[in-house]
Structures are given as C-alpha cells and as structure tokens.
C-alpha cells in the first residue's frame, strides 16, 4: 500500500475573519468550509527515476505542453563536484551523469526526450532560468546570469529557431533590441506574441512577435515607463514602490490578462495585454526572500483560483484571482514528499495538476494530484 502523503490547500475561516491554511498531515483533509478551493495530494512516484545514470542541478523551470507532457530545464552548471563523479575521466564512482538542460516528460512521469546546452547559431544561456512550451510546442528558454540578455526558442525536438538579444551587456530598461537578465516567458496564440518578465537586471514586461523577433510594446510597474534607478530594499511599511523590483513571473489568462510577479515587492500586478495597468495584490509575508516566485491560474472556466509559488515560506498560496486573497495553501518547508526546498517555478496541466520545481538544493520536480 502506498505511503499516504496529503497535501490540502484547506481553509478554515473563523468568525473573526482569520484564515488557518492546513499544510501537510497523514491523512485526508475535509473541504474547505468556503467551498470549492482546491484539495491536493502529492504524487511521490513522480516522475520516474531518471535514466543512463543522469542527475539534475538546480531544476529552475517547468512548463507543460498541449498534450500534458512535462518539460523540465534544469542547471547543469550547479552539479556539486560529488554530483558527477561518474563523468570523471576516469570515473571514480558509479555516479552520476549530469541530465540533458532541457526534459520532456509524458503524463506519467516517463521520460520521452532531452537536449539542450551550447550549440551553432545561438547563445546558449549561462544559467538556465526559464522554460515555456507555447501553442505549437515551440519551447523557449531564457537565461539569468549577468550575461544573459537574449531569450532563444527551439522546436520539440531542440532546432534553434529563433533568438532575440544577444549576450553581453543590457542596454537598459526601455531598449527595444536586447533584454536584461530575462527570468520568465509566455506566449499569446491568437496576437503571435511572445511576452517576457525581463528581469534579473531590466524592471520591465516586453513584448516581441513570436515568429520573427519583432518588437512591439513594453512597460514597467503600473503600466509606467520602467526606470533603471537603483531601489531601496523592500519596506512593507512604505508605499509599494513605483517600479519593478524583478518581474520574475508572467502569466496570461483566458480572458487576457497578463499577471506579473514583482519577486522582491511581495506583489503581483495585473494588466490588460496592452500593458494598461489594472490592479495588485501585495501578498503579506515574514519572508523577505520570494514570496511571489510564479503564479497558474486554475482550469475552472472562470479561472477563480490563482496558485502562487512562496519560495520565501516554501509553501503554495492559493489566492482567489478577483481580489488577491489568500484562500488556503499547501507545502512546508523540507526536502520529503510534499515539501519544498527553493520553491521556484510552477506550472499546471489539463487536469489541474500541479507541478512544481525547486532551485537551490531542493534541485527536483513533484506533481501535486487535484483531488
């Protein structure tokens, strides 16, 4: 029999208002007393061990695709020196090999393919941050190292076919050729638009044509004009700052609206795809450290759950999408089943599973079952 590990995102509202989110527990949970916010179990099979002796580094990035298969980018460049001993020439132990950067995964978990790294005609990333699969299965990537100011989109099957800036130096915030440090990525199907949070050293969200690179608009907090000036550190007490501090996340929902996670602000924005500023959601925390990481909209028809990724209390917020707030969570800091260690990335499939992955030394992707 299976070792029963649930995870609930319950919420449990008293009279005065107060909302105790249940986390881990050896059983299951009841519904929540508000009704419908989401129940979930973790999937500890999940997915299969990887094959050929392969190892992951830090895993920064995971999309799914129309098929429900699972692409998962990973960190080559942080293996541990005892990570990798079977690559030495000689080997001087059994393992291990470091994992292709870029994996797909089918819907149970067995591997399908993998690729990725430097190769002709592109700049390959010096740290893998993001991953998006878009419409045609056409799968970006873009990098954060102090290098990075370029995106890259590959076929399935790994053919360059695109790249938008180049390596080198960031021209700034309001540049219409090259990026800066660009963390996250989605697309629009119907506009043929490729939408990046740009980033680790840009404050802004800038939007290209998905086939030929082309740029088209961009903005900054509040729909503003980004501005590169040097911020203070984050004061929960002061007025939300005017600019991003890092646009880590973008997401778009049916109804076209593109959410944006200001990592170090502790907030997410909300925008019309023309970048006209609508409203934000300031998240309280304890945690100074990625409260906002990334954010999935639920696959009800009307999306009424957003799923936010806490990687400063490495645990998995659910706010309702209307007004920002938090209904439940699930996760708690840890390295077992269910619990999250650099909680990073998060994305969701057709079913309304939840899959997660974990920088730093949590270094591992877990699915999360919709129950």
Not at 89 to 110: L, Q, R, Y
Not at 152 to 173: A, D, M, N
């Amino acid at each position: 029999m299976k070792r029963a590990n649930w995870v609930t995102a319950v919420a449990l509202i008293g009279a005065a208002g107060i909302i105790t989110a249940i986390g881990c527990a050896q059983q299951p949970m009841q519904q929540s007393s508000a009704g419908g916010v989401p129940q979930y179990q973790v999937d500890p099979f999940w997915p299969k061990p990887l094959q050929d002796n392969w190892i992951w580094g830090q895993v920064s990035s995971v999309s799914v695709d129309g098929r429900d298969h699972v692409w998962v980018l990973h960190r080559p460049a942080t293996l541990l020196a005892d990570d990798k001993l079977a690559q030495q020439k000689p080997p001087t132990a059994t393992c291990c090999i470091s994992a292709p950067p870029v994996m797909e995964f089918d819907p149970d978990g067995k591997f399908v393919q993998g690729w990725g790294g430097p190769g002709q005609g592109y700049d390959w990333p010096k740290n893998e941050h993001g991953l998006h699969v878009d419409w045609q299965g056409n799968v970006w990537i873009a990098g954060n190292d102090p290098a990075d100011h370029h995106i890259l989109k590959f076929t399935r099957e790994g053919k360059f076919l695109l790249q938008i800036g180049k390596p080198g130096k960031s021209e700034g915030s309001n540049s219409r050729t090259q990026l800066g440090r660009p963390g996250a990525i989605v697309t629009d199907a119907a506009a043929n638009e490729v939408i990046v949070g740009d980033g680790y050293g840009n404050h802004r969200v800038i939007v290209f044509d998905a086939t030929t690179g082309a740029y088209k608009r961009h903005w900054g907090a509040y729909g503003a004009v980004p501005d590169d000036t040097k911020q203070p550190p984050y004061n929960p007490d002061a007025t939300p700052p005017r600019q991003f501090g890092n646009p880590h996340c973008v997401r778009q929902t049916r109804d076209k609206l593109i959410y944006v996670c200001d990592r170090p602000h502790q907030r997410v924005q909300v925008f019309q795809a023309n970048g006209t500023y609508l409203r934000e959601f300031i998240l309280p925390s304890q945690s100074r450290s990625g409260p906002v990481a990334d954010t999935v909209a639920s696959i009800d028809a009307q999306q009424r759950y957003l799923f936010v990724a806490d990687g400063g209390n490495s645990q998995v917020n659910i706010l309702t999408r209307e007004d920002g707030k938090i209904v439940g969570n699930f996760g708690r800091p840890g390295r077992m089943a269910g619990e999250f260690r650099s909680l990073h990335n998060i994305a969701i499939d057709s079913r309304g599973n939840i899959f997660t992955a974990e920088a730093g030394f949590g270094r591992r992707v877990q699915k999360f079952k919709l129950q």
